[in-house]
């Protein structure tokens, strides 16, 4: 998978809500950018060390600047720390992408529920779904009405369509009036914290539910032990031991990958699967992606069998 890599430069930076800051990031020579959907995010790597993943909050049709927005995690890796404390205007940061695993799909109406900074993932999909004439509705909470960014531009669309309930002065988010009778045809979107996708897992019919994790899904361990992995392009084939992933297999053998969260959230290692059946552990791919089996995140998806052959 070919990706966009550039250094681009900070050229806006504003305070989108408290704790919360927005970039718009550039290109030096004023190049336009590769276009992109709702749903995607980049890599934006900081430092050594210091590689995360945004979510693109702007609109997608202005390739002049690609907007993202950071919210700042006291407990957090250091990213979000280096955003708000060094990053400036005129700063340099090299970035990748953009990819997608939370595309907008096509339906005559939505259902969206955003929790805290998981609005910008959002945020682009409500003018993609008002452009293509579709029923919607947006519930999203926050701890404060002061801690949720971009209201203000949520305002545009009215009190029919979007509610904002912060947490301090309507309590947890209602759910069961916005999902517990969802007509047929309807898609419902949500991003934001653990609990937040759990609680609407609850509530959502199977199939109609499409989300984006910030933290990896907890899931149940399959079978940890050996297999072999033919890396079809590279003409290596390595024994992957129990315990240790794809990806740590794949580098020590000196074969160069893309990655970033080794947790399975980013989608960074998505590798193509040429034969083999993999058993996938990540919270990307969507029931259908896995049951094809046609890629797989090597950071910590094994294989059901003996052998995987993959395009690497």
Known sequence: MSLYEAE?????????????????????????????????????????????QFSL?????DRSGWRVAVLREPGGRGGSAFVHERLGVGDKVWVRGPRNHFRLEPAPRYRFVAGGIGITPILPMLAAAVAAGAEWTLLYGGRTRRSMAFTGELARYGGERVTVAPQDETGLLDLGPVLDDVPDGTLVYCCGPEPLLDAVEEHCPAGVLRVERFR????????????????????RTLTVAPGVSVLDSVRAA???????????????????????????????????????????????????????????
């Open 216 to 235: 990896p899904k907890a899931r149940q361990a399959g079978e940890d032990g050996e297999f072999e992995v033919v890396l079809a392009r590279s003409g």
């Open 254 to 312: 000196g074969v160069e990958v893309l990655y970033s969260c080794t947790e399975g959230t980013c989608g960074t290692c998505e590798t193509d699967v040429l034969e083999g059946d993999p058993d996938h552990r990540d919270s990307v791919l969507s029931e259908e992606e896995r049951a094809a089996g046609e890629t797989m995140l090597i950071c910590v998806s094994r294989c059901r069998g003996e052998r995987l052959v993959l395009d690497l």
């Open 57 to 61: 909050c702007g609109d997608p049709g």
């Open 8 to 52: 681009l430069v900070v050229g806006a930076r504003v305070s989108a809500a408290d704790g919360v800051v927005s970039l718009t990031l550039r290109h030096p020579l004023g190049e336009e950018l590769p276009r992109w959907e709702p749903g995607a995010h980049v890599d934006v790597v900081l430092g050594p060390g210091l590689e995360w």
